[in-house]
């Protein structure tokens, strides 16, 4: 995957969370991403954050994170594993009858 192609994934996570994260650190992560090209530091801090702030995640922005992530090779970090723990927790699976 070419670099700029990581950086669009990256682009699209960090913008499905545009109107959850408090726009100073929106601002933040998007500098990180856009001006600086530390795709990885934004993504790493977006995921701290969601957990910091203690933050609602939905599938899409779920998915765009984790598509970023495993582009980037952190598909199995340690922030990715937490926030799926994360996530599944917000969002439990309906028990099967």
Known sequence: MTKDAIRALCAVALESFKDVLPPRLFRDAHDWVHRYGEWGLAMEHV???I???DLPVDQAQ???IERAMAAMGWAESSRMRWLREYF???NPRPKAR
Do not use: C, R
């Open 88 to 90: 599944a927790a917000q």
């Open 51 to 53: 957990g910091d702030l």
């Open 62 to 64: 779920f998915d765009a």
């Open 47 to 49: 995921i701290d954050w």
